[in-house]
Every structure is written in C-alpha cells, then in structure tokens.
C-alpha cells in the first residue's frame, strides 16, 4: 500500500508540473498538487 501511495503522488507531482508548465487549468493543477503532498505526508507518517 505505500508504494501505491508514493507512485500516486509522483505521478500527481508529474501532472502538477505539465499541467502547470503547459496548461492553465486553474484550481485543478493545485488541487493535484494538495493531494500528492496528503499522498507523500501519509507515506512517511505511516513509515516512521
């Protein structure tokens, strides 16, 4: 299950990124990037 979590948030960073860098979707980009963060704070709380 963590390595699920941790695949989610790089692959919600990645889409944070072009969808920052190439497009302008507005609250939706940063919407991705809250949730990869939530991802990457469960993944280490649930590791320590």
Same mark, same amino acid.
Do not use: E, Q
């Given at each position: 299950m963590g390595n699920?979590? %941790? /695949? /989610?948030?790089? /692959?919600?960073? /990645?889409?944070?990124?072009?969808?920052?860098?190439? %497009?302008?979707?507005?609250?939706?980009?940063h919407l991705l990037l809250v949730i990869a963060i939530i991802a990457v704070i469960l993944k280490v709380i649930r590791r320590a």
């Open positions: 699920l979590l %941790y /695949i /989610i948030a790089v /692959i919600l960073v /990645i889409a944070w990124a072009v969808g920052f860098l190439g %497009y302008n979707a507005g609250g939706l980009i």
